[in-house]
């Protein structure tokens, strides 16, 4: 018997032991830095090329969907240009993250250099070296129109603003120390991609800037993954503030029986669009998307026609799990 407790004892302290260790190793690598090159990409005075970039975020890249705080979401959903000030949030499994805030101030982008904004949303390494969550899909944006919104923030008014710090309980330190890596580019990114009406343009924009591709896909909510084949929707998003309730994005694909636009025309979807949000508890950023060119729909509108049907049935549109 009293070898038995003895072994018993051994062991207890061999698994203490163990976890102590797991805990420490966790919150080390919690802080885990990564290393990225610095693009060369500075901010430009060109009026043309300002104004490009405010067409980007404002519109197509939706900054403001995600870079504002929740008191300014009913001129978000107007498609206003809004102080991008920061401070929204998204509550995850594992803890809540904030953005940051992206005007010339010192609580915000000052002390940035154009590179390290580069860095940031081409490499996902932020500036202090952390692996950034993949919330932001502009990894292969083009050299041209990164320059174009990096020249965009730096006109911005100044707004001084504190966003709280992101924090992550012990479940998301360690998905943090073991599972999240930068997101960066494909390949070699192009130095420039033409806006035309096409397909192909359609693609970059629906992959690159708009991330169309990042919610109507399936993915973990827990790393960010995908699980599912591009397009065919089934991502359940959660609701803010409404705990077990998820919303659904459908199937984009030209799927004749299950997706969800494969017998919309062209003016019809452009038309979807400039009718803004119908379903309150929705992700989609059907504010800023309200700033979306004609010709640029189209093409997105051309290139989703363009791609694999999947026949993939999501179910309801809104889910509530208890
Ligand atoms: C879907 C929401 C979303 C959109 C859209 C979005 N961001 Fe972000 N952004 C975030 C989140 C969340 C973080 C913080 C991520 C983290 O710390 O892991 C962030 C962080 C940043 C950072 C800080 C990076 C660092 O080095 O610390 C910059 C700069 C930034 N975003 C710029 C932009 C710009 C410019 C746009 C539009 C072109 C944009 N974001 C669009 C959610 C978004
Ligand atoms: C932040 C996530 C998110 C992004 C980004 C997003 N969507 Fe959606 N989308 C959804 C969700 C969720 C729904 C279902 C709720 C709704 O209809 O608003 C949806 C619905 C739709 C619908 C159906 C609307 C209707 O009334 O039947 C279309 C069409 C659509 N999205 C196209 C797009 C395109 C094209 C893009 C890129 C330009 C895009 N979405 C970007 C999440 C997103």
Known sequence: MKTFLRILKRIGLILLVILVLFVAVVYIRADRTFEAPLPEISASRDSAVIARGEYLVYGPAHCADCHTSRDQRADVLAGKHVPLHGGGYFDLPFGRVYTHNLTSDATGLLSFSDYEIARSLRYGVAKDGHALLDFMPFHNLSDEDL????????????????????????????????????????????????????????????????????????????????????????????????????????????????????????????????????????????????????????????????????????????VVEN
């Open 147 to 318: 320059t174009a919104v990096i020249s965009f923030l730096r006109t911005l008014e100044p707004v001084k603003y504190e966003v709280p710090k992101t924090e992550f309980n012990f479940i998301g330190k360690a998905i943090k120390a073991f599972m999240i890596k930068p997101i960066g580019p494909d390949g070699e990114v192009a130095k420039s991609v033409t806006p035309a009406l096409s397909a192909e343009y359609g693609k970059y924009l629906a992959n690159s800037i708009a991330n169309c591709r990042g919610c109507h896909t399936n993915r973990s909510l827990a790393t960010g993954e995908y699980t599912g084949p591009f397009f065919a929707g089934g991502f359940h998003m959660p609701v803010d503030d409404k705990p077990g309730v998820f919303v659904v994005s459908p199937n984009l694909t030209p799927d004749p029986e299950t997706g969800h636009i494969a017998k919309w025309s062209e003016d019809d979807f452009v038309k979807r669009f400039r009718e803004g949000k119908k379903i309150p508890d929705s992700p989609m950023p059907w504010g800023p998307f309200s700033n979306f060119s004609d010709d640029d729909l189209r093409s997105i509108y051309r290139f989703l026609h363009t791609i694999e049907p999947v026949k993939q049935v999501n179910g309801p549109t809104i």
